[in-house]
C-alpha cells in the first residue's frame, strides 16, 4: 500500500502534461489567427472597404491607385474628375498633316515649277485654316471697307509702277468658312469700285457655307519666291503681268479674285498651276471648295456681272473670277 501513491503519481503525469500541451497549443493557435492578416488579401472588418469599379464619377481619387501627384491624367486612362468633366473644350485648330510653303520645287525652262504628282494628303484637300485675323464674333455675316491702311499697303505687292493708285484700291475684311468647319476673318485688296459687289458676293458664299482654306493679302516677297506648287490662297489685288504676257493682269488693277487655286487651277497645254494640283484636274471627282458650272460661286459673281475663267477654252483658269472680262 505504501508504494502505489508514487506509481499513481507517475502514470498521471504523462496524461496531465498532455492535456496541458494541448491546451496551450489551442491558445496560440487563437492568438495567432486573431493577429495575422487575411490570406485572401482582403481589407481586415475595422477598414473601410476599397472602392469599386462603379465609383461615383465625380470621385478625384485615381482609379488605377497610383495618382499622379501633379495632378496631371495618367496617360491611357480617362479623367473622372469633375473639373475634367467641366473644362471647356479646347479652341485651337486641328493640325496641319501639310506644312504648305516647305517644299520648293525645280523650275521649268518657262519659269514655272515642274509639274508632279499630287501628294496623297492633297487629292482630297481639307487643311485648317490658320486665323491671322481675329475670327468673326458669331456665325453671322461680318465685313467692313476701308483705305488701304499703311501697314497692310507696305507687305502687299503694291508699289507706285503698278496702274493703279492707292487711293483706288480699298481694304475690306469679309467672313468665310474654312474646310475645317470654323468661321474665319479674310481680308482683300480691291478696286474701290467694286468693292461692295465683292461684299456681296461674299457674303452669299458665307451664306452657302462655301469653303475657303485661306484669305490673305499675297506679299512682294511671294513674288520672288520659289515655286512650291501647294499654294491655296483665295486673293484679289496682285501687282504682276497676266501669266506669260507683258500686259498687266486684271490682279494688278484689283479687278479679279482667284478663289481656291489648288481647288481650282490654272490649265493651259502641260502646265497646272498651283504645280502639284494635278489631282483637281479631273472635274468629275467633286470635292469641296471646288467650283464647278452652276454652283454657289459662279452664281455670286455672274450675279455681280464677272466673268469664270473656267468657260475659257485655253487657258482654262478655274480659280479666276474678273470684272473686266480678262
Do not use: K
Request: proline share 12%; glycine share 8%; charged share 15%.
Amino acid at each position: 500500500m505504501g508504494r502505489s501513491r508514487p506509481v499513481v503519481a507517475q502514470a498521471l503525469v504523462p496524461a496531465l502534461a498532455a492535456v496541458l500541451a494541448a491546451v496551450l497549443a489551442a491558445v496560440l493557435v487563437a492568438a495567432l489567427t486573431g493577429c495575422r492578416a487575411d490570406p485572401a488579401g482582403t481589407a481586415a472588418p475595422s477598414t473601410p472597404a476599397a472602392p469599386s469599379s462603379t465609383a461615383d464619377p465625380t470621385s478625384t481619387a485615381d482609379p488605377t491607385g497610383t495618382a499622379d501627384p501633379t495632378g496631371t491624367e495618367p496617360t491611357g486612362t480617362a479623367s473622372t474628375t469633375a473639373t475634367s468633366a467641366a473644362a471647356p473644350p479646347s479652341t485651337a485648330p486641328p493640325t496641319s498633316p501639310w506644312q504648305v510653303g516647305a517644299h520648293p520645287l525645280p523650275l521649268r525652262p518657262d519659269g514655272f515649277g515642274q509639274v508632279q504628282p499630287t501628294p496623297e494628303v492633297l487629292r482630297d484637300r481639307r487643311l485648317p485654316t490658320t486665323d491671322r485675323l481675329p475670327p468673326p464674333p458669331s456665325a453671322e455675316f461680318a465685313f467692313n471697307v476701308r483705305p488701304v491702311p499703311s501697314e497692310v499697303l507696305r507687305r502687299s505687292t503694291w508699289q507706285p509702277a503698278c496702274p493703279v493708285p492707292v487711293d483706288e484700291l480699298r481694304y475690306l475684311t469679309v467672313a468665310f468658312w474654312g474646310f475645317d468647319g470654323r468661321h474665319h476673318t479674310g481680308e482683300l485688296i480691291v478696286n474701290a469700285r467694286v468693292a461692295t459687289d465683292v461684299v456681296t458676293v461674299f457674303r452669299r458664299l458665307d451664306a452657302a457655307r462655301f469653303p475657303i482654306e485661306e484669305m490673305r493679302v499675297v506679299t512682294a516677297a511671294e513674288l520672288d519666291a520659289a515655286p512650291t506648287g501647294d499654294g491655296n490662297n483665295t486673293t484679289a489685288f496682285v501687282c504682276r503681268p497676266a501669266r506669260g504676257q507683258a500686259r498687266w493682269s486684271a490682279h494688278a488693277y484689283g479687278l479679279a479674285i482667284d478663289v481656291n487655286p489648288f481647288c481650282n487651277p490654272y490649265l493651259r497645254g502641260d502646265l497646272v498651276l498651283p504645280e502639284l494640283a494635278s489631282a483637281y484636274v479631273d472635274r468629275g471627282w467633286a470635292r469641296p471648295g471646288m467650283i464647278r458650272a452652276g454652283d454657289p460661286a459662279v452664281r455670286a459673281f455672274t450675279a455681280a456681272g464677272w466673268t469664270w475663267g473656267g468657260i475659257w477654252s485655253s487657258p482654262r483658269d478655274l480659280m479666276h473670277f474678273t470684272a473686266t472680262g480678262g
